[in-house]
């Protein structure tokens, strides 16, 4: 009885090591917190356009499709966001390249890294950023996000990441790209709540968002 005890006990502690060790590799963070923004540096807005390269001089994300043209949201081109807690304080400056898969490619490996993106067509669409170094996939992040005002973000830290590939049911716009290499950034229990909270799935009427 003793020795079974022993190797349940040891067998339990290994199963959750292998969970811990998991989590460190790789954990979503569902909202831009003061944590996220002190960790990250953003990415400046291209001087022109259409544009492939977000760069800092230090870092640069290469987009697989271009941004066609300067767009910010709300009612700059792009017609509705989202608000705090969800993602940073508006206007925000947003990027199409009128695709339903994006690539960005990042000019070296980092350990944080992400952005806010919303759907083109009002409606609850499924959206999916995949983090991958080299073949190797890291981890992934999906959410259904309302284009209606309801832009999230899809942002992650732990082992380096040198590239993610972000795929939607439509076409969509990002924003907010951020990069960074520094103290962990913790979300609190709430904060990954808020993903199984965004689970929920609705059709409303498509309606375009171009301003005119």
């Known amino acids: 009885m003793h020795r079974s005890f022993v190797l349940v006990w040891l067998v339990a502690a290994s199963l959750v090591s292998l969970q811990t060790g998991a989590r460190a590799q790789f954990t979503p963070i569902a909202q831009p917190d003061a944590a996220y923004l002190a960790a990250t540096t953003k990415l400046p807005t291209p001087l022109s356009f259409p544009a492939s390269v977000l760069t800092d001089g230090a870092f640069s994300v290469t987009l697989s499709a271009p941004a066609d043209t300067y767009r910010q949201a709300p009612g700059g081109g792009w017609a509705t966001w989202a608000s705090p807690p969800w993602v940073e304080p508006t206007p925000t400056d947003v990027f199409y390249s009128g695709v339903t898969s994006l690539t960005l490619s990042f000019s070296q490996q980092v350990g944080i890294f992400g952005f806010e993106a919303e759907p083109d067509p009002y409606g609850q669409y499924l959206m999916t950023a995949r983090f991958y170094n080299g ?39 990002i924003g907010n790209l951020r990069y960074g290499n520094g103290p962990d950034v913790v979300p609190e229990a709430g904060t990954l709540a808020g993903f199984g909270s965004m689970a929920g799935f609705g059709l409303l009427w498509l309606r375009r968002r171009f301003l005119t």
């Open 135 to 173: 073949a190797s996939l890291v981890g992934s992040i999906s959410q259904y996000v309302e284009g209606n005002a309801g832009a999230r973000l899809f942002a992650a830290q732990g082992d380096l990441f040198d590239r993610v590939v972000f795929e939607s049911d439509v076409d969509f716009a």
